[in-house]
Structures are given as structure tokens and as C-alpha cells.
């Protein structure tokens, strides 16, 4: 097992959370209700993908960030 730190972009919040081996991203966002979210090691790092194992990924003790996704587009002209 290793303890883990997410980091919740926007609120300050940290929650802590053990995995095992096989733990997917997508099942630590799960259990800590943030469906909403990716995670990733860092806020320059690439996300880790839902289905992807990150046990392997991080370390014990490792501060991991939950960010949503940003919403690329263009804002519509106000005349």
C-alpha cells in the first residue's frame, strides 16, 4: 500500500488516500467523488489517463493534483 496526498485544484482542499497495486486514476478520483477530474503529478504534467495504473507512477507519501479539465474555445463578441 501506499498513502497518497491529492491536491483539489481551486479549493485548497487536500485528501489523503491509500492504493494498491492496479489502483487506476480513475479509481482514486472515484473514491474520492471527483469524477469531474484528472490527475496529474504536477500542475505542467500530462494527466494520467482514467484507465491508466499509477501505483507504479508514485511515490509513498507523494503529493498528486486533481485539476478539471480546461474548456478550450472562443468567447462570443458582445456588439
Known sequence: MKKLSVVVAGTGQIRDVEIQPGTTAGDILNQLSLADYLLSKGPNEPFFAAAEPVYDKVKDG??????????????????
Open 62 to 79: 507523494e503529493k498528486i493534483f486533481a485539476s478539471t479539465k480546461a474548456e478550450v474555445g472562443v468567447l462570443p463578441l458582445c456588439a
